[in-house]
């Protein structure tokens, strides 16, 4: 299994069987390293409902014919809209094609702005996904959570976790999430982008040491073999 890291929280997964992205948002992104027109990709997963996790999701649905896969309310707000959709909801699994999917906890919110009204789209979620024998977890946007120590329990090769700050765990609880997900190697999302979210993942790679936790920083483009 490939893992390429396309910015900010999204992913290109890619399986035996299938490419997932997980959270698209490339249009708008100042570090995005690919447009979203020159993707094909065949699923579509979304942690939750903010533009900077869904941006890219009914364009890339509709033009790749691939299904988003997201809570109940994203997927029914994305059907409305002419995309294919699965939804799910926290602590349900089901089996794709590619491998099993099951939606996680995650302490966030989850809306899109329409004017001045946000639209709440059901709860925010983290995505636990298991294909080619390997599991990957995407924290989506979220709070350090002790039930994080639960997630463990799939025993996770890679946990991918925003260390932001602002509006998600910053180094300290990202650091600390380790200790409860405890991953084979973690790998940091949602920094950079913008400079309210500005930080040294280097800071988290000597946090997550200090607790003998590997981490692999991957640049905008690079990717994981797993
Ligand atoms: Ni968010
Ligand atoms: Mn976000």
Known sequence: MKITYLAHSCFLIETSRARLIIDPFLTGNPLAPVKAADLNVDYILCSHGHEDHTG????LSKRC??????????AEYFAAQGAQTHGMNPGGAFSFPFGRVKLTLAFHSSSVNAGLNPVYLG?????????????????????????????AKFG??????????????????????????????????????WPLIAIDPQRFVEAAARTDHTVEVLKPGESLSV
């Open 123 to 151: 709860n925010p979620c983290g995505l636990i996904i298991q294909a080619d024998g390997k599991t990957i977890y995407h924290a989506g946007d979220t709070a350090l959570f002790l039930d994080m120590q639960l997630i």
């Open 65 to 74: 014919g691939a299904p988003i896969i997201a809570n109940y309310e994203i």
């Open 156 to 193: 996770l090769d890679v946990a991918l976790v925003p260390i932001g700050d602002n509006f998600t765990m910053g180094i300290e609880d990202a650091a600390a999430a380790l200790d409860l997900l405890k991953p084979k190697v973690a790998v940091p999302m949602h920094y950079n982008t």
């Open 56 to 59: 890219d999701a009914l364009g």
